[in-house]
């Protein structure tokens, strides 16, 4: 059974913070992704991971980067967090292209 | 650019009553299409993949190309088929590794009343 766990379910920051969330899935998947999901505006892409220190960007990646030292963790960085950054944030694994995405529970932040 | 359109944000049937949840999509290749689903207090979780061509939960989605639409069915809701519902899109890779991120549409809310 797939087990994709997120580090905060969540989290409240202040604007201007530098913010890490952590997400982390068991088996031994190769790629690793994060979204970002908003009412009215679903989930959007904001980088993905297809090898350890391997990254690309999605369809929103301004104010975000990413991390992946080993291979079962992903992280997602906010350098220094808005308040227009406040949102819902997704971690899901694949083992590889083709297969199916594997989402963790989110984590829900609020930049204030 | 691909984009995946859900018309309806909200759409609200009688336990019993056939659902219909739309989606279109643009896109210039040929595309794998996906259903997610999200239950209240649930994580986000595939539903259907259109190269599989099976029911889940009683759904069934069919690809049209010609309609660039890829609509997901059931005939008669039930009231745990109430739910927020994604369709997604990826490209699909001929051949080699790597990674593709889903490409999501804004999402219906459905909710079947009793």
């Known amino acids: 059974d797939v087990k994709v766990t997120q580090s905060s379910r969540y989290l409240v920051k202040r604007t201007g913070e530098k913010v890490f969330l952590e997400c982390v899935q068991d088996?031994?998947?190769?790629?690793m992704f994060w979204y970002r999901q908003d009412p009215g505006l679903g989930l959007r892409l904001i980088y993905f991971?297809?090898?350890?220190?391997?990254?690309e960007k999605g369809d929103i990646p301004e104010g975000y980067s990413v991390s992946r030292e080993k291979k079962e963790r992903f992280s997602l960085i906010l350098e220094s967090a808005s308040t227009n950054q406040t949102s819902m944030y997704l971690c899901?694994?694949?083992?590889?292209?083709?297969?199916?995405?594997?989402f963790g529970p989110g984590t829900r932040l609020t930049v204030t | 650019a691909q984009r995946v359109t859900q018309p309806e944000k909200l759409l609200s049937v009688f336990k019993g009553a056939p659902v219909e949840l739309k989606c279109n999509y643009s896109y210039s290749g040929s595309p794998e299409l996906f259903w997610y689903v999200q239950y209240s207090r649930q994580r986000l979780q595939l539903l259907l993949r259109h190269i599989s061509r099976e029911s889940i939960k009683g759904f069934t989605a069919d690809l049209n190309k010609g309609e660039t639409s890829f609509h997901l069915k059931k005939p008669f809701a039930q009231e745990e088929d109430s739910a927020m519902y994604y369709c997604a899109l990826r490209e699909a890779r001929v051949s080699g590794g790597g990674a593709d991120g889903l490409t999501f549409g804004k999402g219906t809310h459905l909710i079947i009343q009793p």
């Open positions: 088996m031994d998947h190769e790629n």
């Open positions: 899901a694994s694949s083992l590889s292209a083709h297969y199916e995405q594997y």
């Open positions: 991971s297809y090898d350890v220190k391997m990254k």
